[in-house]
Structures are given as C-alpha cells and as structure tokens.
C-alpha cells in the first residue's frame, strides 16, 4: 500500500530534499538512467535525478515516432539550458513494427510498455552499464492500473511484475506517493520554467492513445496535425487538459463538390483537479467553431470534428 501525499500537505523543499538523499543512496557510486518526455511528471524527475546524481544520471529521450511536432528538440533543447544533457534516440522503427496490426486498446499499450522497457529501453541501459531506472510515476497511474481501468505503461511492480527479472534493472520512483497537482508543486519549487511544471498532460503511449484502431506513421501525422491546432487555440483557457483524437470509423463528407468518405477527429477539453474526475470544459461555441474549420482546413482527410461532452466517470481522459 502506496502511502498518498496530498498537494495541501506536500511541503516540496523537505519532499525534494528527503527524495534526493534517497536516490543517492539507492544509486552510490553508479550510474542511473531516466526517460525525459517532457511531461510534468517525466521533466520533475529529471531535475530531481539531476539534482541529486549530477554526471551519474544519463537522461534520453526515446524518439518513439507518436511524439507532438518537434517534441524531440524542444524538449532537449530546454533541458541543456537547465544544464541537462539530453541525449536523443531514434526508435521510431522499433515501435511503429510494435503497433503493426493492433487495433485492441489494451494491447496497444502493452506493445508501447513492452518495446519502450524490453527492446529500446533494454538495449540503451545495457550499453550504458546502468542499474537502475529514475522515473516519474505517479499514484493515479497505480491506481488506474491496479484497478484494471487502464495499463499505465509505466506500471510493474503493483501489478506482480519484478522489472529487474523482467527487464534487467531496478526502477526508481521518487513521485509515487503523489498526484499531479503534487507533483506541479515539487517541479515549481525544482525551479522547473512555468512551461514545463504547468504543462496539461501528455500520457506516455503519447499520440498513440489517441488514435482509435491501428497506429501507424499517417494516421499519427492526422492526429498530430490536429493536436497542433488543439493544443493553440486552447492553450489560454486554463483547462486541465485538451486533446485531439482520430475516430477508426469514416464518415461522408464532401469537399469542392465531390463526395469524400473522410475521417473524424474528436476534441476533448477537461476542467478537473488530479484526472480522478474529470468534466468538459464549458467552451465558448465560437471558439468549438474555429476548432473545426482549422481542423477541416488543415488536417488533411477530416470531414468531420465533434467535441465530447461526457464526463469521466464514465468516460476518461484519454481515448485508448
Ligand atoms: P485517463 O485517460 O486514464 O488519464 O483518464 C488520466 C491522466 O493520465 C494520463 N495518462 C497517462 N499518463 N502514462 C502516463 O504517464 C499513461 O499510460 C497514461 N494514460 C493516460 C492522461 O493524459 C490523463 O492526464
């Protein structure tokens, strides 16, 4: 049993402080590696290995291909800038042959988990020599796991798995006991720029837990074109959360007075506090309009752009 540290009760200098004594005294003298996404939770564990391992931590960002447009150098370029050495790996190959085929939600993200942690993972930490992994899980993906809701890729030993049997090295996981809204609190107090501690969430299968059936390179560039236009035209309005996803079924449509059997992208824009519960955000029907004609206008293949206005529970965040 994880024992939860609420926001209210966080004090985020002793949590940094207590956190970093303990990853160098897992680590010593060795060399520990960690994944940066760019995430809230993926960037507060970089600062926080940084701070406590210096040179010891390696950190990587694993180009997996379902990346937002020009993730990859954005983030690695901010982090040499907090004197963060990033080092890039493509590995679009590698998870774009995992995905082949699956159209099934949960083995999607089991492909994801199982390239990401045995095949690119594996291969970066043994060339590395290093024995231990730094990362940035958080309760709500234990819970959300445990309770079968969804695989959260980064989830092993709440659910029996030993990752050093399973992958050959030990994780680390400074963040466990906290939510999102705890851990914004302990990126801010890292010194973390407002751009990454108050970033909405970005799931760890990435574009890929949005796209309904198959993912593969196009079906991303459709998502990831439309999350672009999402992503700017909400980024003032203080929710939670905003995405785009990519419908599996067509529907018709027409374009320069022909017919066209198109795709669909739904838009999803959350008010919630820590993803438990989530509501759709009351947006202006001004604003829903522009969404739709960027998307139309620019994302090539879309007839149609809906806006979900279910809550979670029932609904969640994501789509896959
Ligand atoms: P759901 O879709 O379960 O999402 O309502 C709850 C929150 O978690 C994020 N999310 C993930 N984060 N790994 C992560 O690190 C994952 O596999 C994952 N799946 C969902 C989601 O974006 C939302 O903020």
């Known amino acids: 049993m994880i024992k939860e540290i609420t926001a209210q009760e966080l004090n985020p200098e002793l949590f940094i402080q207590d ?4 990853i160098k005294s897992i680590v010593g003298d060795g060399i520990a590696i960690n994944a940066l996404s760019g995430g809230v939770d993926s960037s507060t564990v970089t600062m926080l290995g940084h701070r406590a391992l210096g040179k010891h931590l390696r950190t990587i960002f694993v180009e997996n291909g379902v990346m937002r447009e020009g993730e990859a150098d954005q983030v690695a370029g901010f982090f ?3 004197g963060v050495t ?3 790996v493509d590995a679009r190959k590698d998870f774009f042959n995992a995905l082949k085929g699956i159209t099934d939600p949960e083995e999607k ?14 291969r970066i930490v043994r060339e590395s020599g290093a024995k231990y992994l730094l990362q940035g899980t958080i309760l709500t993906d234990v819970d959300e796991t445990v309770a079968g809701i969804k695989r959260q890729h980064n989830v092993f030993e709440q659910l029996g798995i030993d990752p050093q049997a399973a992958f050959g090295y030990k994780i680390i996981e400074p963040l466990i006991q906290l939510r999102k809204d705890g851990v914004r609190k302990v990126g801010r107090a890292l010194g973390l720029p407002a751009l990454f501690f108050d970033r909405i969430p970005f799931p760890g299968p990435a574009l890929s837990a949005r796209v309904i059936g198959e993912v593969t390179p196009e079906r991303i560039e459709t998502v ?6 999402v992503e700017h035209i909400l980024k003032d309005t203080q929710a939670f959360q905003y995405l785009a996803i990519l419908h599996e079924d067509r529907v018709t449509g027409m374009r320069d007075g022909k017919r066209e059997f198109g795709q669909q992208i739904e838009i999803r824009c959350w ?5 438990r519960k989530a509501t759709p955000t009351h947006l202006p029907f001004d604003t829903l309009e522009q969404l739709a004609r960027e998307i139309v206008n620019n994302v090539p293949g879309i ?3 809906t806006y979900n ?7 969640t965040i994501e789509a896959v």
């Open 19 to 22: 956190k970093i004594n303990e």
């Open 80 to 82: 040499e800038k907090l």
């Open 86 to 88: 990033v080092k890039v």
């Open 109 to 122: 993200r089991e492909a994801i988990t199982q390239t990401f942690y045995k095949n690119v993972f594996g």
């Open 224 to 229: 990831r074109k439309a999350t672009k236009i």
């Open 271 to 275: 008010d919630s506090t820590d993803a």
């Open 303 to 305: 007839v149609s752009v």
């Open 309 to 315: 206005i279910a809550s979670k529970p029932p609904s």
